[in-house]
């Protein structure tokens, strides 16, 4: 099939799943055309007769504004506007793309299929190459760049096997190294990219077809959103070709009927706002957007006059950045699990009596079984007994005459609680026996003890229902009995037993967090302490569990739906203290943890890289590289510091 006819089918596909672009004349056809045709404003227009088929305004040492081009030909060339070139640099590149601020260039060299990050030292008539990446295994399309709101910065590659390749880009001082972090499925024909600095927002334009919007931070989905089309279902006419984007507009190419569209980004979506017509015998091949003096100049590249048309765009005000959560960086991961898909689900920490540093991670894989890893990450053993979904430890039983601690588990194959012996001298788990339950769908699960009495566990089902049994653990046969029933109103997961003060944390996804007490006695009704209030707690609500300090102890609850994490005080009023998130560690080589399952924390000092404890979190989507899932551990005073926490 030809790639003028994937395009089109595509592009049919497309339409039916539509949720982009509006215009102010939605519904009125007459207006709609009327608004197709409007012209942007433009200060000045005129022609500039440059080298190479890229071209950039950027900001001169003196004032005024310099003019950088690249070709696969000319190399590059930094220039004035009347021709006289201040440097040339003797290498066949291919796209250009800066940062807002003109600090970074990124090209694609043709020959050695290598991307190159430089700067310019306008002063000195210099062109500085501080990165050349790795040479591609695939076709290059076209390069962007992106800096977040961390200032860290990435290079989109766009292939030709369909993928955005993500690259960050780590190091200082010179010293620079691009590290793989995912890829985004484009489609046949996506052949340009741009990125809003203001909104993270990845623009792919389809040849001829649509313009779909990516979320550009790697710990996000890879789906994809339709911004406009071509005609008759869009506004882009003969349909788009190249783009560019700054933190107000998206300029948007049309070579059917030579144009540039507008369309500007609001907090409701992408807003249509006209186009500019352009020579009629024109053959607009690439734009760029450049900024010197305050002014932003378009410059679009005609393949047939082999000469730019140059736009001088009134001056925008840049929205403001929308607020975000604050984050700490995880210092340590674990192994990625076997098992392709979702697989990896909850942590739990188990404390080694005499060496903490022994100490074990216990992870479960809902495909699989669980695995047990060390405190650097290293798988040590792993139990293939079945889909384990939940998992929780305690401390003190008996089992083949030795002392141990206890690991259970609910275990989806078989509709049972698993119950494993923790053995101290070997650091190793013994799958002991399977209780029984009649939940039609087993699902989350957490363990309590209160001082000086039994063990209990507590299974939930999809529906809502709880179930409350009492362990035995002591001998060579360990069991349970269902003690309790009561339920929450809709689809629960995540629960944490607070042994001191005897009550239950129970999360209902889409609604918050319930409290019950946790003895068999004390009743069925539950009540809800913290709703999901979209400032401190988001849906949906999924691990819990109780970080218990020196002076005051924490309940911590994941959020899968926003990648985030709320923290609250663990003792009436169960006052909000906030939310945070856990990002990119590009130093250490971790990634940030989004669409977490469970969490685990413990205070317990587990030597010198976690001398407060940690939080362990089940990390939902493995980038930095892309991968299957893996769990990630942030020392707990960097939580501490983060929240002013006692």
Not at 224 to 243: I, K
Not at 262 to 284: F, K, T, V, W
Not at 368 to 377: I, P, S
Not at 480 to 504: I, M, T, Y
């Amino acid at each position: 099939m030809s790639k003028g006819l994937y395009a089109r089918s595509a592009l049919v596909l497309s339409v039916l799943a539509v949720t982009g672009c509006t215009s102010p004349a939605d519904g009125d056809d007459a207006t709609a055309d009327a608004l197709a045709h409007q012209q942007l404003a433009v200060e000045n227009e005129d022609t500039l007769a440059l080298a190479g088929e890229w071209a950039l305004a950027v900001e001169g040492d003196q004032g005024g504004s310099v003019l950088l081009s690249v070709g696969e030909n000319s190399g590059a060339r930094l220039q004035t506007a009347d021709g006289n070139t201040l440097a040339h640099w003797d290498r066949p590149l291919e796209y250009l793309d800066t940062l807002p601020d003109g600090s970074l260039f990124a090209s694609y060299d043709s020959s050695a299929r290598k991307p190159v990050l430089y700067g310019l030292d306008t002063e000195a008539g210099e062109i500085e190459l501080l990165l050349e990446g790795g040479a591609t295994d695939y076709g290059v399309e076209d390069v962007c760049l992106y800096r977040d709101h961390d200032e860290a910065l990435y290079l989109f590659m766009l292939g030709e096997d369909y993928r955005a390749h993500q690259m960050l880009v780590t190091g200082s001082d010179g010293q620079y190294a691009l590290r793989p972090v995912r890829e985004l499925p484009t489609p046949p024909g996506g052949e340009y990219c741009a990125v809003d600095q203001a909104s993270g927002t990845l623009y792919v334009s389809e040849e001829d077809a649509t313009v779909y919007a990516y979320d550009a931070s790697p710990e996000t989905s890879l789906s994809r959103s339709t911004v406009d089309l071509a005609n008759p279902w869009g506004n882009l006419g003969s349909g788009p070709r190249d783009l560019v984007s700054d933190r107000v507009e998206l300029f948007i190419l049309e070579r059917g009927e030579p144009s540039v569209h507008s369309i500007r980004r609001e907090a409701s979506g992408h807003r249509y706002q006209g186009r500019r017509a352009l020579a009629g015998d024109a053959a607009p091949e690439t734009v760029t957007l450049g900024y010197a003096n305050g002014e932003r100049h378009l410059l679009v590249f005609d393949e047939e006059a082999g000469r730019y048309t140059r736009l001088q765009l009134p001056a925008a005000e840049a929205p403001e950045r929308p607020e975000r959560l604050p984050e700490v960086r995880a210092s340590m991961q674990t192994e990625v699990v076997p098992s392709p898909g979702d697989a990896a689900d909850d942590p739990a920490v188990w404390v080694h009596p005499g060496e903490p540093a022994q100490s074990l991670i216990l992870g479960t894989n809902k495909r699989a079984g669980l695995h047990v890893y060390d405190l650097d990450g290293r798988e040590r053993q792993f139990i293939g007994n079945g889909r384990v979904n939940n998992v929780d430890v305690r401390y003190g039983a008996s089992f083949n005459g030795q002392e141990v601690d206890v690991a259970a588990a609910t275990n989806r194959t078989t509709g049972t609680i698993s119950l494993y012996a923790i053995e101290r001298d070997t650091r190793e788990l013994a799958l002991v026996s399977e209780v029984p339950t009649d939940l039609n769908e087993i699902y989350g699960f957490c363990l309590y003890q209160p001082e000086g009495g039994p063990l209990y566990g507590f299974a939930n089902d999809k529906d809502g229902t709880f179930d409350q049994f009492r362990l035995s653990v002591d001998g060579d046969e360990w069991s349970g009995e269902r003690v309790r029933r009561f339920s929450v109103p809709s689809q629960p997961e995540g629960c944490v037993a607070d042994d001191q003060w005897e009550r239950l944390f129970v999360g209902e996804e889409a609604e918050g967090i319930h409290v019950i007490g946790a003895n068999p006695d004390d009743g069925t009704d539950t009540e809800m302490v913290a709703p999901i209030d979209n400032e401190v707690l988001f849906a949906d609500v999924e691990g819990l569990n109780i970080y218990r300090g020196d002076k005051r102890d924490y309940l911590v609850a994941s959020a899968q739906d926003n990648n985030s994490f709320a923290v609250y005080e663990a003792t009436p009023p169960f006052k909000p203290l906030g939310a945070f998130r856990i990002g990119m560690n590009p130093g250490a080589g971790i990634d940030g943890a989004s669409e977490t399952d469970g969490l685990f924390a413990t205070s317990a000092n587990l030597g010198p890289d976690f001398p407060e404890g940690m939080l362990v979190v089940q990390d939902g989507r493995k980038v930095m590289p892309q991968g299957n899932q893996n769990f990630k551990a942030v020392p707990w005073e960097r939580i501490r510091e983060l929240l002013l926490l006692e």
